[in-house]
């Protein structure tokens, strides 16, 4: 009897103990929570990504990974299948990204949103999509393999380029170079002696411009003068040209007139020489003076 009731005992502890067990577990992975199905759609690796794995919206808990599966319709899309709490803005602009934790090789997801505020609909039959965006560990792996292709394609053209006649025409180009180099060296040092000739040359000008305003201040002083002598002359000149040539052009006038009394009165005499004894002969009245006689036709 005390063998029956000590089994009893212990089968219903083990049975408590067990729900107790799944209870804990349901509420810890948030059984107890409402949460609506979503699906994220990707064609990239999901590599470390397993059921039960932790949904993350913007660093926080946000639900559960599902279940993963190919989609039936086109083989190059994964499936995956998620429960995400109903207070999580899911929108239109909401994707996901793959997050590594730590160091055991495992991922969650981790969705994030953009601009696009409109809520995104979703239903048991009908789950809302969400498109999954590459991780930055996948960019940089894409980016490491671009960036080795890259160097693999320079190092053949390379190999291409410094082909044995090229590397000639590079050795003579660096020759070229090195003597350039040299001969740069060289005028660098005559600009140097030069540049140490130019305070003396800027002496040397500094007295040539003071004796040119010395000269300039000369010049200034002759031309003063040459105005003041040409003012002088400039007087006198009125002088002779107000009092003195007026005098002088009466007199000439004076003798002109004296010249031409002279010639009538020696062409007179020359015709009619009694005209020194006798006086000069009146002259005939014209017309319309007394004594006019008109001349009369025959």
Do not use: C
């Amino acid at each position: 009897m005390n063998n029956r009731a000590y089994a009893l005992r212990a089968g219903a502890f083990v049975v408590v103990l067990t729900v107790a067990i799944g209870l804990a577990a349901f509420w810890i992975g948030g059984g107890h929570k409402r949460r609506l199905p979503y699906v994220v759609v990707t064609q990239g690796s999901v590599f470390g990504l397993r059921a039960q794995s932790t949904v993350f919206y913007r660093g926080i808990a946000a639900g559960i990974v599902k279940h993963i599966t190919m989609d039936p319709r086109d083989p190059r899309k994964i499936l995956i299948a998620v429960a995400i709490d109903r207070d999580i803005p899911v929108t239109h602009g909401t994707y996901a990204q793959l997050k590594l934790q730590g160091l055991t090789g495992m991922s969650a997801l981790e969705l994030n949103t953009t601009a696009d505020m409109r809520p995104l609909a979703t239903s048991a039959r009908h789950p809302g999509r969400i498109p999954m965006h590459p991780s930055l560990l996948s960019r940089l792996t894409r980016a490491g393999a671009d960036t080795a292709q890259q160097l693999s394609r320079l190092s053949r053209d390379l190999d291409q380029a410094l082909d044995s006649a090229n590397r000639r025409h590079l050795a003579a180009v660096l020759a070229h170079a090195a003597q350039a180099s040299r001969e740069w060296t060289v005028l660098t040092a005559r600009l140097n002696q030069a540049a140490a000739r130019l305070p003396d040359l800027e002496n040397k000008t500094d007295t040539a411009l003071a004796q040119m305003a010395g000269l300039a201040g000369q010049a200034r002083a002759l031309s003063i003068r040459l105005k003041r002598l040409s003012a002088t002359a400039q007087g006198a000149g009125d002088v002779v040209l107000t009092r003195t040539l007026p005098k002088v052009d009466r007199a000439l006038d004076r003798l002109a007139s004296a010249a031409a009394d002279v010639q009538r009165l020696s062409r007179s005499l020359r015709h009619h020489p009694r005209e020194l004894l006798l006086g000069a002969r009146p002259l005939a009245p014209g017309p319309g003076e007394k004594g006019y006689q008109g001349s009369t036709t025959p």
